[in-house]
């Protein structure tokens, strides 16, 4: 299976909703979880800075991560936002096929994950 997450940070949660949910409907995103508030501690232009920002994982095929990575740093408001990729070592089949369903070009898509193990 081919599936990435992909972690962002984004000013708020409104930000974190607003661009996630246009990543899903583009189909560059199956899904994003918009977890709670985090404080970030970084260097911005010679300073040290703190900010409390929204932290979020999308999930997505690994053919469409630089897509996804492109059109989310098109829409931050950030000069430099945060967006990486984090490889998926197992998961369940379903939930795999699931997420290749729903990104890409128009699919099926699954109705929900079930069973099974891929490496």
Known sequence: MTVVSVYAIFADAEEAERIGRQMVEERLAACINILGPCRSIYRWQGAVETADEAAAILK???AMADA???RIAELHS??????????????LVDYAEWIEGSVGQAGAGLTSPTKNVTD
């Not at 950030?78 to 998961?91: A, E, M």
């Open 78 to 91: 950030y000069d430099v936002p945060c967006v990486t990729v984090w490889p998926i070592d197992k998961l």
């Open 68 to 70: 996804l990575i492109a």
């Open 60 to 62: 997505t095929s690994r």
